[in-house]
């Protein structure tokens, strides 16, 4: 079974510049997550998706922060402009239908100069 | 709004001794507490959980133990190995709501 895809593995932009992840979930999984991982703290999610669906984007910074998720199979996080405080990895998870159980992806690690 | 907390930032143990992990709550509406493993430029793994009902889940090496007086968990790895050394976070998930993780506790074992 293939585990969750996300690309780029790494990029880095200047401050003001607009960037975009993509998530691919294992498949059959309804439920997509994106979190934030900030060097020496533990994930903190921006959004989570339950098909094409939105559940949860409290912690999404909406005036730049954006994601989709289009017929409930790949995702995309778009950060547009991105702050030096966007250095972060961004995670994507997936879980099947029915489980609290989050398979992660390798992750994509931002850096903003 | 910290609900899960990793006091420790890092342990050290000997191979073949007994690893205890440890992590604090402050949300009594939990549901599971979960476990997760994570390697240098990878995303984390799931390696167990256990029901705010149970006090106790086993699997293997991997011990995880729930004291919800004090709200406390731990997750004892034993014997360790040096494959184990790796950041580990704790997470506490409310059902239909969201994961809470912890900073994380980096081991390294001492082969």
């Known amino acids: 079974e293939a585990g969750v895809a996300q690309s780029p593995r790494y990029k880095i932009i200047e401050k003001r510049q607009s960037v975009a992840f993509w998530c691919n979930p294992i498949s059959g999984h309804a439920t997509l997550y994106w979190y934030q991982q900030i060097l020496g703290q533990g994930p903190k999610l921006l959004i989570q998706?339950?098909?094409?669906?939105?559940?949860?984007d409290s912690q999404l910074p909406k005036d730049r922060f954006s994601a989709e998720r289009l017929k409930g199979v790949d995702s995309t996080l778009k950060i547009q402009p991105a702050k030096l405080e966007d250095s972060a990895v961004y995670l994507c998870?997936?879980?099947?239908?029915?489980?609290?159980?989050?398979?992660f992806g390798p992750g994509t690690r931002l850096t903003v100069t | 709004d910290q609900q899960v907390k990793q006091n420790s930032p890092s342990l050290s143990v000997q191979e073949g001794r007994i690893s205890i992990l440890n992590c604090d709550y402050t949300n009594s509406m939990f549901d599971y507490f979960l476990w997760y493993k994570k390697y240098p430029a990878e995303g984390p793994t799931f390696l167990i959980s256990?029901?705010?009902?149970?006090d106790k889940n086993e699997d293997g090496r991997f011990t995880v133990f729930l004291n919800k007086s004090a709200k406390h968990l731990s997750l004892h790895i034993v014997p360790s190995q040096p494959g184990d050394s790796a950041v580990y976070f704790c997470a506490g998930y409310l059902t239909g709501n969201q994961f809470y993780f912890g900073t994380g506790t980096s081991l390294t074992v001492i082969p």
């Open positions: 998706f339950q098909n094409n669906g939105v559940v949860d």
């Open positions: 256990i029901s705010s009902i149970k």
């Open positions: 998870a997936s879980s099947p239908p029915g489980s609290y159980e989050q398979y």
